[in-house]
């Protein structure tokens, strides 16, 4: 009897196999986004061969069609920098009135890396820690940002973490908004351009991404100073639509491109380049803009899964579009998992026979029992 019941539990494991998600990168089929997306430091390209780059990874898509145009290491995992802010930018915009006032802390003012200029006490609109935020990459207007909003940092975090899966970006693990090197914090070249093209299909977030000057007040209220955009393809390249830039000790040059010519819209990522990185992206762009009509892609931006149902619980911008939030560790819902996630239910991956084995094991237990035990009974 041990040995039948043995047999019969090993069996149903078997057949039920781990109970394991796939590689982050992963889908049912192979890497998101197609065969050729890889983590592998290959360029690959179909039609023409795309100019040297000195970064480890880069994707070139249209953001109109979802092709990909070319990709190097697309799904590698590197550290993002400031360009992770464009995930950021994507969670806070529907959820932040513009014209909110928001109160500078010393929180704000005392975090490291780039700052904006945001001061304790000094007074802000939504707005203008936006264009603080994406103009000169603020690290401090983004600490006022997620403070600003329902739950803070860490629930800004996780609602980060929710959207990169809805939008498929599975290479993505978020730890701090600001996108400095942060334990555990990855993107790749293809889940930056996924954030581009969901950013650039917002019209705020063009606008943000696009403004090139802006001013901000000085401590006391004394006049204010000019910010530029640190991102230089606006100064130099036609049709250029900006996004964002990044840079750390870890992750280098970290670029999010885009430009709109002959009726394309192309955006360029990259990730671990060291510097010239503008340079680059626009030999880039502009190699696929002249090839247009002889490249085939060799992958897709994969769409976004459905969204999740709407709470009755109201943002900060007043309206009834604030995504539902799961505290840390709760499952995701089907309606979260991002295209190519294989998490499939424990209830449909077991035989029905399976569920027998239960019974049988208490039915064999009753069969063990000593038989003086059964006679007291009777």
């Keep these: 009897m041990r040995l039948l019941l043995t047999a019969c539990a090993t069996t149903a494991l078997v057949v039920a196999g781990p109970l394991t998600a796939t590689a982050a990168d992963q889908g049912p089929q192979g890497p998101v986004g197609g065969e050729l997306l890889t983590a592998k430091p290959t360029v690959v390209a179909d039609g023409a061969a795309p100019p040297a780059v000195q970064a480890s990874a880069y994707v070139v898509a249209d953001l109109d069609t979802g092709q990909v145009l070319a990709a190097k290491a697309p799904h590698a995992k590197l550290r993002p920098a400031s360009t992770l802010k464009t995930l950021t930018a994507l969670v806070l915009l529907p959820r932040l009135k513009k014209t909110d006032p928001v109160i500078g802390t010393t929180a704000d003012a005392g975090i490291i890396g780039s700052k904006v200029g945001v001061y304790p006490g000094l007074h802000y609109t939504v707005d203008l820690l936006f264009r603080g935020m994406f103009l000169a990459s603020g690290n401090d207007a983004v600490h006022a940002l997620c403070s600003h909003d329902e739950g803070g940092i860490p629930a800004t975090i996780q609602r980060m973490n929710d959207k990169a899966k809805d939008l498929g970006a599975l290479d993505t693990t978020v730890t701090d908004p600001t996108g400095l090197d942060a334990d555990g914090q990855y ?192």
């Design 187 to 378: 993107s790749s070249a293809y889940d930056l351009a996924l954030f581009a093209q969901a950013g650039l299909a917002r019209q705020d977030f063009a606008m943000y991404a696009s403004t090139k000057y802006t001013n901000f007040p000085n401590a006391g209220n004394k006049g204010t100073y000019q910010v530029a955009n640190q991102n230089k393809l606006l100064f130099g390249y036609d049709g250029a639509l900006g996004v964002k830039t990044g840079y750390t000790t870890l992750a280098r040059n970290t670029f999010v491109g885009a430009a709109r010519r002959n009726g394309h819209t192309l955006v360029v990522t990259m990730m671990n380049a060291p510097h010239g990185i503008t340079q680059d992206a626009s030999n880039l762009l502009t190699w696929t803009f002249d090839n247009y009509g002889k490249l085939k892609p060799v992958g897709t931006l994969v769409k976004p899964a459905a969204a999740p149902p709407k709470t009755q619980t109201q943002g900060k911008n007043g309206t009834d579009d604030k995504p539902t939030v799961r505290t840390a560790g709760e499952p995701p819902t089907r309606a979260a998992l991002g295209p190519g996630q294989a998490v499939t239910s424990l209830a449909l991956r077991i035989p029905v026979w399976a569920y027998a084995g239960p019974p049988v094991l208490l039915l064999g237990l009753f069969l063990r029992r000593p038989r003086a035990l059964r006679r007291r009974r009777h």
